[in-house]
């Protein structure tokens, strides 16, 4: 006999099956329904209680599947993670970065924290200075920005942030480097961490117990240290080396110290030496040529910005070492980018990458470099050609 899902278990039913069930009823008590007209007063009143029954079966499917680990999502699953594995989901970040500030005219401009408002000229986001700040005539002078919304909308590419909301004459503004915000941390990472929970209770220290301690590290003040890549590489008896980047890049080195504290403390087994490194940057750029339909609604900054937002974020998530299929050697493949940038949206119909499947060592953590993006948005096939 085939054996029932969990996932099937716990569907939410429709409407039209509510009211199936109960005309079913209906019919076992032998009510002559085939009598009753449509548009009546008793089958509308039949379609309105399907309508309240199925919403409470929704929330009764979430409820039931909130129960398990690999079903919850979402802020159910934000809470298994707290009540069951005592770990809280990772809150966005601002894009932080700094922005440089040319005044070309006489005035002198004295702002406070907060008081200066720029913008991203291609995506529309916004950004406020982080720090009191003078402008002072004829200069140009450098200030701390940060996202006003949280989260990788807020991310720029350098020299995107290129207009001022802030009336200041005279006054232009660029940002030299790119800036980076990240998404809270998405369902599969948290499910990730809570499973490796479980391997950080056995005395054994299985391998899941190290990237356990490490992607729930803190400093002495409580803040995460965004553990969000971890590879651990065997070095003779006794003896590991571990890897570590964060959701942005390599593990700062100043972090390191609290990093292996933290396996040290809640990790590793006795007579074994684990070794922390920042992982070693490797950047990746892409230069794609994208072809898509001109019907997404985007217009081509928009849709050039919304693609290199998707490849950073891939690129961001890719594990210490790479891919793994045949060891030693990991990889960034393109087959990865292009599934990136073909999920943007459904209008894109073929990409072009130029090179190859990048290959890293299992120290090495692919960094996002310039992403060049060529597009070329052409009329469906079915749209009228003159």
């Known amino acids: 006999m085939a054996r029932l899902t969990l996932d099937e278990l716990t569907q939410p039913l429709s409407r039209e099956e509510v009211q199936a069930s109960i005309y079913a009823v209906l019919a076992q008590l032998g009510v002559n329904t085939t009598s009753w007209k449509s548009g009546s007063v008793v089958r509308t009143m039949i379609v309105g209680a399907s309508s309240v029954f199925a919403a409470y079966t929704e929330l009764m499917a979430l409820i039931a599947r909130s129960g398990f680990l690999a079903l919850s999502s979402g802020d159910w699953l934000t809470l298994v993670a707290w009540y069951v594995y005592g770990i809280e989901r990772h809150a966005p970040t601002f894009a932080s970065g700094t922005l440089t500030l040319t005044n070309a005219g006489g005035g002198l401009y004295i702002l406070e924290a907060g008081d200066l408002i720029a913008r991203n000229g291609t995506t529309g986001a916004t950004y406020r200075n982080t720090g009191p700040v003078t402008i002072n005539p004829s200069s140009s002078t450098t200030v701390g920005v940060a996202a006003i919304e949280a989260g990788a909308d807020g991310s720029a590419a350098a020299h995107a942030i290129n ?224």
């Open 163 to 386: 207009a001022l909301v802030t009336t200041l004459l005279g006054v232009s503004c660029d940002n030299a480097a790119a800036i980076t915000g990240v998404d809270a941390e998405p369902d599969v990472a948290l499910r990730q961490r809570c499973s490796e929970m479980l391997g950080a209770l056995s005395p054994m220290g299985p391998w899941d117990a190290y990237s356990s301690a490490l992607r729930n590290a803190t400093d002495p003040t409580g803040r995460n240290l965004d553990i969000t890549r971890v590879s651990l590489v065997p070095n003779g008896y006794g003896l590991i080396d571990v890897y570590c980047a964060t959701s942005t890049g390599t593990l700062p080195t100043t972090d390191v110290p609290y990093a292996t504290a933290a396996i040290e403390l809640n990790a590793v087994p006795q007579a074994i030496t684990a070794v922390v490194h920042p992982a070693v940057q490797l950047i990746i750029s892409v230069n794609a040529t994208v072809y898509a339909y001109n019907t997404s609604g985007m217009t081509s900054a928009q849709f050039i910005a919304a693609i290199q937002a998707a490849v950073t974020t891939f690129i961001i998530a890719q594990p210490v070492g790479g891919n793994v299929i045949t060891p030693p050697t990991g990889y960034v493949f393109q087959d990865g980018i292009r599934t990136a940038i073909a999920g943007v949206a459904p209008e894109v119909f073929h990409v072009v990458l130029a090179g190859s499947d990048t290959a890293l060592t299992p120290a090495q953590v692919a960094t996002p470099g310039a992403i060049n993006v060529t597009l070329t948005l052409v009329p469906p096939p079915e749209a009228y050609h003159p």
